[in-house]
């Protein structure tokens, strides 16, 4: 089943309205808050996943070690998140975090669709889809479809989320939220709806708290006029009998913290002063608590605590909380900064408050707009920063290298019948080795075209290949490779069970063990780079190869695969990359011998009479001079996958 990909939420048109009230705090008057729009039951989870018969224990997060390797989906909708304790930089009981995407489509707050890629333990993607429906219940978590699978969640363990969190500030995350009013129809909000918590207790808490840590400062960035309404807030309102109406008559207490002074609003609206204040020429970095009961109201803010009121039309049980800035009217250059939100219940039997929502806004992008669930639609300027300064790299759409990317000595990027011609620097054009298999035009991986080759003599093709003759005259292409280099190839295999290992970049002379070769293994269907060192004192050859299958990467009939190789001669290492994802990372222990400039430059098999040329499509063959870095890498993969 293939589903497309959808947010987890839908934002929907509330019409609310908003009044401002004489001190210039803005306040809902009548209006309908959201329907219970559908929350993801995936949401919120640490899904160990269990091993089952329909896969191999090497693509289970299940483990025997410290900690339980488990998956997280992100709030955007699109992220997923690996952490594992099995990972080559981790030791266990210390998580390592890593990142892929994946699609859903709610259907309700305990199923839908979904579907992903399943990681190893080492941190690596496997080869693994999942894609199926899913129910969730009494946190447990069952996936139908092409791979049954079951899951656990942990969010209960305090181990797995504190290390998760860990592993979340080491991989350089740590964003929060920014509430900004910029509008003069609108105030800036984050505005969290107790019936969209993924929480037990229902749409209202009667008796609770909430943890949160500000920042209320002048937003450098900001071109707004000061308009003297520069209050911050946060606001607790009460459920009604008014088709869950948010208005003025429902407010259960409110906080303003602006203009250098802590205050509270009293039973009659009106806001007073608590004592407490602050430098209003800096930045305020405010720890909050606030604590709730259907008659009480008290908040501490940077260990002092003051008692609030709750408003003489409140209903007492909290159905929404709110972040606010500014007023309704106008604007403000101030800016707030909210982090590591909890809402808690409070269990009247035992006297504990059981943690119902938390949110440390690390599991979206950067700039994402908060007006989705698991928030209220009402949201208005709420959205992700990061406190480093610098965004993480999304992981399907990453952003480009500054400067120019380094032009190809060879690359041909099949997009037209004329497969032969080379838009690199060399200009080497291809081929066709005798044998003629069968040459198409295909879609390619990311929607441009693509050569088909059929090498099956029973649908009109024959064994065949295609190479370009180097020549030490015109040494500007992959003859002219000294030290580092990078070799690409973007493939779909047809089908696999070749009689011999089928070559997809080959520039090697074996007998003398000269050059490089890219290729595929016919025994298991993994990636394997091998380079050579020529002949040692006793004529004995010298090679070694990164291979796809130490991190446990095989390729499967008709998928799309970017496939990257970096030879680092300052490093003596040999990288291979599976759709951006290091596989395996190997130490050369010689010199790499770079292969006669008269040798042919082999592409897709070379045999002409024998079962060793590939069968399927090629979207595009690459190498350069030099060894490609990371977000370079990943830039390739994105331009070959954005379908």
Same mark, same amino acid.
Not at 297 to 310: D, L, Q, R, S
Not at 316 to 336: C, D, H
């Given at each position: 089943m293939q589903i497309s990909k959808v947010a987890t939420a839908v934002a929907l048109s509330t019409g609310l309205l908003f009044g401002c009230n004489s001190d210039g705090l803005p306040i809902p008057t009548d209006g309908s808050t959201d329907p219970a729009t559908p929350t993801s039951a995936l949401l919120n989870g640490y899904w160990e996943f269990s091993d089952t018969s329909a896969f191999s224990a090497a693509y289970s997060s299940s483990s025997s070690t410290d900690l339980p390797n488990v998956y997280r989906f992100s709030a955007d909708g699109e992220t997923l998140y690996y952490y594992t304790d099995n990972s080559a930089d981790t030791t266990l009981g210390e998580y390592e975090r890593f990142e892929t995407?994946?699609?859903?489509?709610?259907?309700?707050?305990?199923?839908?669709?979904?579907?992903?890629?399943?990681?190893?333990?080492?941190?690596?993607?496997?080869?693994?889809?999942?894609?199926?429906?899913?129910?969730?219940?009494?946190?447990?978590?069952?996936?139908?479809?092409?791979?049954?699978?079951?899951?656990?969640?942990?969010?209960?363990?305090?181990?797995?989320?504190?290390?998760?969190?860990?592993?979340?500030?080491?991989?350089?995350?740590?964003?929060?939220?920014?509430?900004?009013?910029?509008?003069?129809?609108?105030?800036?909000?984050?505005?969290?709806?107790?019936?969209?918590? /993924? &929480?037990?207790?229902?749409?209202?808490?009667?008796?609770?708290?909430?943890?949160?840590?500000?920042?209320?400062?002048?937003? %450098?960035?900001?071109?707004?006029?000061?308009?003297?309404?520069?209050?911050?807030?946060? &606001?607790?309102?009460?459920?009604?009998?008014?088709?869950?109406?948010? &208005?003025?008559?429902?407010?259960?207490?409110?906080?303003?913290?602006?203009?250098?002074?802590?205050?509270?609003?009293?039973?009659?609206?009106?806001?007073?002063?608590?004592?407490?204040?602050?430098?209003?020429?800096?930045?305020?970095?405010?720890?909050?608590?606030?604590?709730?009961?259907? *008659?009480?109201?008290?908040?501490?803010?940077?260990?002092?605590?003051?008692?609030?009121?709750?408003?003489?039309?409140? /209903?007492?049980?909290?159905?929404?909380?709110?972040?606010?800035?500014? *007023?309704?009217?106008?604007?403000?250059?101030?800016?707030?900064?909210?982090?590591?939100?909890?809402?808690?219940?409070?269990?009247?039997? *035992?006297?504990?408050?059981?943690?119902?929502?938390?949110?440390?806004?690390?599991?979206?992008?950067?700039?994402?707009?908060?007006?989705?669930? %698991?928030?209220?639609?009402?949201?208005?300027?709420?959205?992700?920063?990061?406190?480093?300064?610098?965004?993480?790299?999304?992981?399907?759409?990453?952003?480009? %290298?500054?400067?120019?990317?380094?032009v190809a000595l060879n690359e041909y990027t099949f997009d037209s019948s004329d497969y032969a011609v080379d838009s690199g620097s060399a200009k080497n054009d291809l081929t066709s080795k005798s044998g003629s298999p069968l040459i198409t035009t295909t879609a390619g991986a990311a929607g441009t075209g693509a050569m088909h080759i059929d090498q099956d003599s029973a649908t009109g093709g024959g064994y065949g290949y295609v190479y370009y003759n180097a020549t030490s005259e015109t040494t500007t292409g992959a003859q002219a490779i000294e030290g580092s280099f990078s070799v690409e190839t973007v493939i779909k295999a047809d089908r696999f069970g070749y009689s011999s290992d089928v070559s997809l970049v080959d520039f090697a002379e074996t007998s003398d063990y000269l050059g490089f070769k890219l290729y595929l293994e016919s025994s298991d269907n993994s990636i394997k780079f091998k380079v050579y060192g020529g002949l040692d004192a006793e004529d004995n050859g010298l090679s070694t190869e990164a291979k796809s299958s130490e991190g446990d990467v095989y390729l499967v009939e008709d998928n799309w695969y970017h496939i990257l190789a970096t030879y680092s001669h300052s490093d003596s290492t040999a990288n291979l990359y599976i759709d951006g994802t290091l596989v395996h990372s190997k130490s050369v222990d010689f010199d790499v011998v770079e292969n006669t400039t008269d040798d042919k430059f082999i592409l897709l098999g070379g045999s002409s009479s024998s079962d060793k040329n590939f069968d399927g499509s090629v979207d595009n063959i690459a190498v350069w001079n030099e060894v490609l870095t990371d977000e370079q890498i990943q830039e390739r993969v994105a331009q070959f996958t954005a379908e």
């Amino acid at each position: 089943m293939q589903i497309s990909k959808v947010a987890t939420a839908v934002a929907l048109s509330t019409g609310l309205l908003f009044g401002c009230n004489s001190d210039g705090l803005p306040i809902p008057t009548d209006g309908s808050t959201d329907p219970a729009t559908p929350t993801s039951a995936l949401l919120n989870g640490y899904w160990e996943f269990s091993d089952t018969s329909a896969f191999s224990a090497a693509y289970s997060s299940s483990s025997s070690t410290d900690l339980p390797n488990v998956y997280r989906f992100s709030a955007d909708g699109e992220t997923l998140y690996y952490y594992t304790d099995n990972s080559a930089d981790t030791t266990l009981g210390e998580y390592e975090r890593f990142e892929t995407t994946y699609e859903e489509t709610i259907e309700d707050d305990t199923s839908g669709q979904v579907a992903f890629t399943l990681f190893n333990n080492d941190g690596s993607v496997s080869t693994i889809s999942v894609d199926g429906d899913y129910s969730a219940a009494d946190g447990g978590l069952s996936i139908g479809g092409n791979i049954p699978i079951s899951g656990t969640d942990h969010s209960e363990n305090t181990e797995v989320t504190s290390s998760a969190d860990t592993a979340d500030e080491a991989s350089g995350v740590n964003n929060a939220a920014q509430i900004l009013d910029t509008l003069t129809d609108d105030t800036g909000e984050l505005r969290l709806k107790i019936l969209n918590t /993924s &929480s037990t207790v229902g749409k209202t808490i009667s008796s609770g708290k909430l943890t949160v840590d500000l920042t209320y400062q002048l937003n %450098p960035d900001s071109t707004q006029v000061d308009e003297g309404q520069n209050n911050s807030y946060i &606001s607790l309102y009460s459920t009604n009998d008014e088709n869950d109406k948010v &208005s003025n008559a429902y407010h259960h207490g409110d906080i303003a913290i602006g203009d250098g002074i802590i205050q509270f609003r009293d039973a009659s609206g009106s806001l007073t002063a608590t004592g407490g204040t602050f430098d209003a020429n800096s930045t305020f970095d405010a720890t909050v608590e606030v604590v709730w009961t259907p *008659t009480s109201h008290t908040f501490t803010i940077n260990g002092e605590t003051y008692t609030g009121a709750v408003s003489s039309n409140s /209903s007492g049980e909290v159905q929404v909380i709110a972040l606010r800035l500014g *007023t309704n009217s106008g604007v403000t250059p101030y800016e707030l900064i909210a982090d590591n939100l909890k809402v808690y219940s409070l269990n009247e039997s *035992t006297g504990e408050y059981v943690e119902e929502f938390k949110d440390t806004f690390n599991d979206y992008s950067v700039g994402y707009d908060l007006n989705n669930n %698991p928030y209220n639609s009402s949201t208005s300027e709420a959205t992700v920063i990061s406190l480093t300064g610098e965004a993480p790299v999304d992981p399907e759409n990453p952003e480009p %290298p500054v400067g120019d990317f380094p032009v190809a000595l060879n690359e041909y990027t099949f997009d037209s019948s004329d497969y032969a011609v080379d838009s690199g620097s060399a200009k080497n054009d291809l081929t066709s080795k005798s044998g003629s298999p069968l040459i198409t035009t295909t879609a390619g991986a990311a929607g441009t075209g693509a050569m088909h080759i059929d090498q099956d003599s029973a649908t009109g093709g024959g064994y065949g290949y295609v190479y370009y003759n180097a020549t030490s005259e015109t040494t500007t292409g992959a003859q002219a490779i000294e030290g580092s280099f990078s070799v690409e190839t973007v493939i779909k295999a047809d089908r696999f069970g070749y009689s011999s290992d089928v070559s997809l970049v080959d520039f090697a002379e074996t007998s003398d063990y000269l050059g490089f070769k890219l290729y595929l293994e016919s025994s298991d269907n993994s990636i394997k780079f091998k380079v050579y060192g020529g002949l040692d004192a006793e004529d004995n050859g010298l090679s070694t190869e990164a291979k796809s299958s130490e991190g446990d990467v095989y390729l499967v009939e008709d998928n799309w695969y970017h496939i990257l190789a970096t030879y680092s001669h300052s490093d003596s290492t040999a990288n291979l990359y599976i759709d951006g994802t290091l596989v395996h990372s190997k130490s050369v222990d010689f010199d790499v011998v770079e292969n006669t400039t008269d040798d042919k430059f082999i592409l897709l098999g070379g045999s002409s009479s024998s079962d060793k040329n590939f069968d399927g499509s090629v979207d595009n063959i690459a190498v350069w001079n030099e060894v490609l870095t990371d977000e370079q890498i990943q830039e390739r993969v994105a331009q070959f996958t954005a379908e």
